[in-house]
């Protein structure tokens, strides 16, 4: 689980299109030949119930001669894989019956550890030549292509026909099909499917057990095979359980470029248009607003400047150039707001280089593990522009102590993402699972933060703080004016809340199909759509801040700074409510541990949008009020 950390703050910034039937580049494919061994692998347990992935093994099911953990990147380990080899023996087009894994008899632990994971609805993942296992469901219209299921689940609960008292059952047999595309020429294949359907048999035998003992229930001489689960598999202490196994081949049209076509198709397409002009339309709204200022203020206010008003409409029209003397006054906590804008300059940079990488094919669901790791180091070298932008903002500010400036940069954002993570990892790792980050990922963590990081920041700082400073396009009096008492609608509690209901509400619609990809285990990928969400949703910051800012100093108030950062940060806080809300409406999590872990990872969520957001909107209004003030000239 200590996958959520770094895949929700990947999903929110994640906005990119899928490359469509092409090799991804990394990602080659693998000929076979008919009786080519094929490599089974098995990945975590994971549930939607509990959020905690446990290893596969940590269960008693049958085990290979020796476990061999596979080599796994930075982002796998984050999101809890376990990669590890497995028991069964496929063999390319060489199609098999009835194989017996092996028998286990439960004690009293092995039954209690097989009950808690059927009760917390545990899925089995595997992994075929990179092809994630998946159960088909059949849609109630038969004509539409099936749903696709990560994982089985690891049993179920149930109670027989004569009886009222529930029992577990658990998948003992299973009816694996792997889908494969055969070349013509060279009559070779390549896997485009790996698909499974779990029984629950109590299987039987005649005699005593052996290395070599034939199944009454399951055998292919007789040609007797499990199609159903009617005389299912209890478990209980004492309960004899033994594993079996069936391999069927089919010949697919799919090619394999085409292959994970299936398992990302989206039925819902309409919802997705609906929100993108559900967003579109707010921002023509705004974009109105915006233009109707920008004629305003510089055709009407700049051009007729010397004209003859009545005092009341010069006071209507030019109250924003009453304060030209206090506007550009460096804010109280100038050092704070210079390090949240260089963190937001890092992340915005992340994003955009992630989006390059994305539409050139690099960042596919193949690639486990790429998307997130791609995110850590881009974050990491993103370093140099936090510093650059800090330092050149502090110096505006008449700061002088840019090495200051640069460890604050470097250290405050991931400083409180790591202690809230260290408290959840804590967690995860006391509960036993394999989302608990390793020590040695931990350091490699700590080692690309301090040591890499940390230096570029600097060598940004350092940059930024030697370029001349950004010069003021008007003066600052001495004497800072006095703010007139403010209409209602104007305190800025209540302007920078408004401010955050329009980004909210460009992007809310597709915030709940990213958080049920994250939390519900469901495959996401229409990143096109995210693309355009994403775009609206900076246009929409930024000109939701402009409204406000303009407004604001009509009114006379000149202290924008930080109302500017605030205005469009705070739908951060919407994206959090919104969280709660999907929290008790659409997730059935019932233990406390993962509901802190889901409200963790939603806090730092919510925080890494309240930076990229707000940074957005402080620019945006940085540049109009330069731009209006500069245009206008000031005895």
């Not at 620019?619 to 109009?624: A, D, K, L, T």
Request: glycine share 6%; with cysteine; proline share 4%.
């Amino acid at each position: 689980m200590a996958a959520a950390a770094a895949s929700i703050i990947l999903l929110l910034f994640f906005f990119f299109h899928a490359a469509h039937s092409f090799y991804l580049p990394g990602v080659a494919p693998e000929d076979f030949q008919n009786g080519d061994v094929l490599k089974v692998k098995v990945n975590k347990l994971s549930s939607t119930k509990t959020q905690l992935p446990y290893s596969y093994y940590s269960l008693p099911f049958c085990r290979p001669d020796k476990i061999i953990d596979s080599a796994e990147n930075l982002g796998e380990v984050l999101r809890g894989d376990r990669i590890e080899n497995a028991p069964f023996l496929f063999k390319m087009r060489e199609p098999q019956m009835c194989n017996v894994l092996c028998r286990i008899t439960l004690d009293k632990k092995t039954a209690k550890d097989f009950k808690e994971k059927i009760d917390d609805e545990y899925r089995v993942n595997m992994i075929l030549d990179n092809l994630p296992l998946v159960v088909p469901l059949q849609r109630p219209n038969q004509e539409s292509p099936p749903i696709y299921q990560l994982g089985y689940h690891v049993g179920l609960k149930g109670h027989y026909t004569t009886s009222k008292d529930e029992k577990y059952f658990i998948h003992n047999h299973l009816s694996f099909t792997v889908k494969y595309h055969r070349d013509l020429q060279t009559d070779s294949s390549r896997i485009v499917g790996f698909e499974v359907k779990p029984f629950s048999v109590k299987h039987e035998y005649e005699g005593k057990w052996a290395a070599n003992t034939r199944l009454t229930t399951c055998d292919p001489h007789a040609k007797h095979t499990v199609v159903n689960s009617n005389t299912p598999q209890e478990v209980d202490e004492k309960k004899e359980i033994i594993f079996t196994y069936d391999v069927e081949f089919q010949e697919s049209d799919v090619k394999w470029a085409s292959r994970w076509d299936a398992y990302l198709l989206m039925s819902d397409d309409q919802i997705h248009w609906f929100s993108i002009v559900n967003s579109l339309m707010i921002v023509l709204f705004l974009s109105g607003m915006v233009a109707m200022i920008m004629l305003r203020t510089l055709y009407r206010d700049i051009s007729k400047y010397n004209e003859l008003e009545t005092q009341e409409e010069a006071q209507e029209e030019t109250g924003w150039k009453l304060v030209h003397g206090d506007v550009f006054r460096p804010p109280s906590n100038s050092e704070l707001l210079c390090v949240y804008v260089g963190t937001g300059v890092q992340f915005l940079g992340m994003v955009l280089v992630t989006m390059m990488f994305a539409v050139l094919g690099f960042l596919s669901p193949s690639n486990r593990g790429g998307l997130m790791t791609a995110m850590l180091i881009l974050w990491v070298f993103m370093g140099l522009f936090a510093g650059y932008a800090s330092a050149r903002l502090y110096k505006m500010f008449k700061g002088t102590e840019w090495k200051k400036i640069s460890f604050r940069t470097a250290v405050t954002f991931p400083g409180i993402v790591s202690a809230i993570f260290f408290v959840l990892n804590t967690l995860v790792w006391g509960q036993k699972s394999s989302g608990a980050v390793p020590f040695g990922t931990m350091f490699a963590l700590i080692f690309l933060w301090f040591g890499i990081s940390v230096p570029l920041v600097f060598v940004g700082g350092y940059v930024g703080f030697k370029k001349p400073a950004i010069e003021d396009p008007v003066k600052t009096n001495k004497i800072p004016r006095q703010i007139p008492e403010q209409a209602w609608y104007m305190n800025p509690a209540f302007s920078i809340l408004i401010g955050g209901i329009l980004p909210f509400g460009a992007v809310f619609i597709e915030l709940f199909f990213i958080l049920t990809s994250i939390w519900l285990n469901q495959f996401y990928y229409i990143f096109g759509f995210l693309f355009l969400v994403f775009i609206i949703l900076l246009v929409t910051c930024a000109e939701i801040t402009i409204v406000l800012c303009y407004f604001q100093l009509c009114s006379e108030d000149y202290l924008w700074w930080w109302r500017s950062y605030l205005t469009s940060g705070s739908s951060a806080l919407y994206l959090f409510l919104y969280a709660t809300f999907y929290f008790f409406t659409k997730l059935e999590i019932s233990k406390l541990v993962s509901a802190i872990l889901y409200f963790g990872y939603m806090l730092i969520a919510s925080y890494a949008f309240f930076v990229v957001t707000g940074t957005i909107g402080f620019y945006s209004c940085f540049w109009f009020t330069r731009l209006i003030y500069s245009s206008v000239k000031i005895d």
